[in-house]
């Protein structure tokens, strides 16, 4: 690692530093990852360097967005390398706080933050509770590091909505930027659970972008939404996965309206998009074996 980066373990160093760089009134980027970094994280650092005169990334596996039988207990904690890497990709501190730090009066006392609505659907119906942690741990992240600007990956479309949700209706201070999904040369997004496929599930597991591909395709050709859905889940599961949804869904993640150019806004969700958007989104969620992978598409 080179000697660049800065490595906070406590709020007292985090905040010596944020406070320093607010008095030279320098701006603050912000990337909350839970470690175990790859390139995806990497693009989100340099965007938020792109944006931000320094930026800082929180490397914390947080308990509290798993459920009793997801993978936190496994969830790969790589630090070295993370802060190794952040240093690679522009960033100026990496915040590293323990389970304690995040949550001084324990997990169970711990003040919770929920957003109504959005998060009754997709992830959020197949992971109850996750986005309550989410946003409990992220808007303690906010109020720790207090970034002017702070970067999310589109690959979680869902938690990107659910966070300019809550920024907008808790009025934190703070621009929130959706970064571009990075891909395999075979089309699967990067993500840390990759590396739990066997040689054979890694092999299949393109077959999550080919099919987005395909729903896109289809209604952009005038197919009918729900035929496009129903295509997608058989071409899932003949390929051997369990699919959770493979849906398409407006940028507020409502059920398109049958007419085109008008669709159902969710009133108050906070997305940026203005309820008459007419993009569209093709999302899904399937396991291979115990591995539960998530992506999308956004078209016109
Ligand atoms: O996207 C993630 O890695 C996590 O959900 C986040 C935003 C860091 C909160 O723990």
Request: proline share 6%.
């Amino acid at each position: 690692m080179s000697a660049g980066i800065e490595i906070a373990h406590v709020l007292a160093a985090l905040r010596a530093r944020i406070d320093a760089w607010k008095r030279a009134g320098l701006r603050v980027g912000f990337v909350p990852t839970m470690g175990n970094l790859h390139e995806g994280h990497y693009s989100l650092v340099r965007l938020a360097r792109e944006n931000a005169d320094r930026v800082v990334a929180s490397v914390f596996v947080n308990p509290t967005q798993f459920g009793p039988d997801e993978d936190f207990d496994r969830y790969p904690r790589t630090p070295g390398a993370d802060a190794a890497g952040l240093d690679a990709a522009g960033c100026d501190l990496a915040w590293m706080p323990s389970v304690e730090t995040m949550y001084p009066l324990g997990v169970t006392r711990a003040v919770r933050v929920q957003v109504p609505g959005i998060t009754d659907v997709l992830d959020g119906a197949h992971r109850p509770g996750h986005f309550d942690g989410v946003c409990t741990v992220v808007a303690r992240l906010f109020n720790q590091v207090r970034p002017d600007v702070a970067v999310f990956g589109r690959k979680d479309y869902q938690q990107l909505a659910v966070i300019r949700h809550m920024v907008r209706d808790l009025a934190f201070p703070i621009e929130v930027l959706g970064a571009d999904i990075v891909r395999e040369a075979d089309g699967l997004a990067r993500s840390s659970r990759n590396q739990y496929l066997s040689g054979d599930e890694r092999a299949l597991a393109p077959e999550i972008h080919r099919t987005l591909l395909s729903m896109r395709d289809a209604v952009q050709a005038g197919g009918d939404r729900r035929q496009a859905e129903a295509a997608a889940v058989a071409r899932l599961e003949t390929a051997g996965f369990a699919v959770d949804y493979a849906v398409i869904r407006t940028p507020l993640l409502v059920e398109p309206a049958p007419t085109p150019g008008a669709t159902q806004g969710l009133v108050g969700t906070g997305a940026d998009p203005a309820p008459d958007d007419a993009r569209r989104v093709a999302l899904i969620a399937a396991r291979l074996g115990a591995t539960r992978l998530i992506d999308n598409l956004e078209f016109a």
